[in-house]
């Protein structure tokens, strides 16, 4: 008889709601082997400002998510865990960081594109874990990750050419690292998934300090223990 692996390192204690659409953070999330369920409030983003510290502006994106969805929960889930993330790309100038959101048209992914080639920016991605309790004494912790992302330095044409993919156009910074924009990059510093969308480390550690994940207890014998 074969052995049904398990999906991932862990399991959910507690409902766990992912207040994110984002096929990349689901998919971040899954590997860790929990269960858990999307839920997403439209328009509960709330704009940057010039005066926005970076981290602080994901930070409080993914905060306004997770208590949107929170609040919509309602009875049903008293005892949920709510996970809110937002990720933004920053250029920093001498005048002060600049934050690139999703771009409004081809037209302005193809200039953020040319403003990110041959240079390196950073990429933040702001979290907030809500943990609900039937007793009201519901918990909110916000953390960020941040890595740096250096472009290649490609000409116009090659980078109105992947603009015109479509693939831009719900992304932050215009690209996607772990797609078809994958070539715009020629190095990183930092972890991947905080690029991609959700920094697993910090979530999966957090979530097991607050008791909401536990290993899965796997049958069998450790080949290392003997």
């Known amino acids: 008889m074969q052995e049904t692996m398990p999906s991932g390192a862990f399991r959910a204690l507690r409902p766990i709601i992912l207040a994110s ?3 990349r953070r689901r998919e971040l999330l899954g590997s860790l082997g929990i269960d858990f369920t999307i839920k997403v409030v439209d328009g509960s983003e709330p704009a940057p400002t010039l005066e926005d510290d970076p ?27 709510v996970l809110g993330s937002d990720t933004i790309v920053v250029l920093h100038e001498e005048h002060g960081p600049i934050i690139l959101g999703k771009p409004a048209s081809r ?11 041959g240079r390196t920016h950073t990429v933040y ?48 910074g215009s690209y996607a690292i772990q797609g078809l924009g994958s070539f715009l990059v020629s190095g990183i510093k930092g972890q991947w998934a905080t690029i991609v969308g959700l920094p697993v480390l910090a979530v999966a ?3 097991m300090a607050g008791g909401s994940i536990a290993p899965r207890h796997c049958l069998g014998t450790n080949p290392l223990s003997k």
């Open 205 to 207: 550690q957090r979530l």
């Open 107 to 117: 037209d302005e992914a193809l200039a953020m594109l040319l403003h990110l080639s």
């Open 125 to 172: 991605t702001g979290c907030c874990i809500i943990w609900l309790s039937a007793r009201g004494e519901s918990r909110t912790e916000l953390f960020y990750d941040a890595a740096d992302v250096t472009f290649a330095e490609w000409p116009e044409d090659v980078l109105r050419a992947y603009a015109a993919t479509g693939e831009c156009d719900d992304k932050a």
């Open 21 to 23: 659409s984002s096929p």
């Open 55 to 81: 981290a602080a502006y994901a930070m409080r994106a993914a905060q306004a998510k997770a208590e949107a969805v929170a609040r919509a929960a309602g009875p049903e889930t008293p005892d949920a865990v």
